[in-house]
């Protein structure tokens, strides 16, 4: 028994793809600076109708991007998520930085009964002024990120909220789309989430959706 023919070229995969998302996606409530991000996303995942869950502040895109042209750091509270990101694209050579690997974030996490993701996000609570921080494992980050806002740390530039699971990813998320803290962001409503979604969501600040392979 063969393997039946199959789609080979990279390339031609990639324009496929995109044109068949575009086609299966509804963006007509989804900013046009928002776009390639969501096609992204739906690419990551494969679920185009994950755009309808989408929630956004409309001037997220431009944010972000001004921050990574301005040589702004990307905070990720997970390796998975950093490794996704297309180091070749960055505007500034900017770094990427995974908080959980804080030397003392295991620590700090048994000190405070916590997890490491948000002991991580803690311990970096002053360096994310003006970066990008994208979420793509522990709703703990996210939550612990808004509650150091709420005590008076510096914002981030853009919060990619893309937490997942079933203890605390909707919740978390849906406290960042009642109160943003005045910080731009995206996030994906429910328990989907993860890290190729957030990793896909930086991507998509450094160029079009459609003009590089991932």
Do not use: W
Not at 5 to 10: A, F, H, I, N, T
């Amino acid at each position: 028994m063969s393997v039946p023919p199959y789609l080979r070229d990279p390339a031609e995969i990639y324009r496929r793809s995109f044109a068949m998302i575009r086609e299966a996606c509804d963006l007509s409530r989804v900013p046009a600076a928002l776009q390639p991000l969501a096609l992204r996303v739906v690419h990551a995942c494969g679920m185009p109708e994950i755009v309808g869950d989408l929630r956004f502040s409309p001037d997220a895109a431009e944010a972000g991007r001004y921050a990574l042209e301005a040589g702004a750091g990307i905070y990720c509270d997970a390796r998975m998520v950093a490794e996704g990101v297309i180091r070749a694209r960055l505007p500034r050579s900017n770094g990427v930085v995974v908080t959980t690997d804080a030397p003392s974030a295991a620590d700090r996490a048994r000190r405070e009964g916590t997890t490491r993701a948000a002991a991580g996000m803690a311990i970096h609570r002053d360096v994310v002024a003006g970066a990008v921080v994208a979420i793509g494992n522990a709703p703990t980050a996210l939550f612990r990120l808004l509650e150091e806002i709420d005590r008076g740390a510096p914002r981030p530039a853009l919060i990619l909220a893309f937490p997942v699971g079933f203890v605390g990813a909707a919740e978390s998320k849906d406290e960042l789309v009642r109160d943003p803290r005045g910080v731009p962001f995206v996030t994906l409503l429910g328990r989907r989430g993860g890290s190729a979604m957030a990793a896909a969501a930086v991507n998509a600040l450094l160029g079009n959706a459609e003009d590089a392979t991932p």
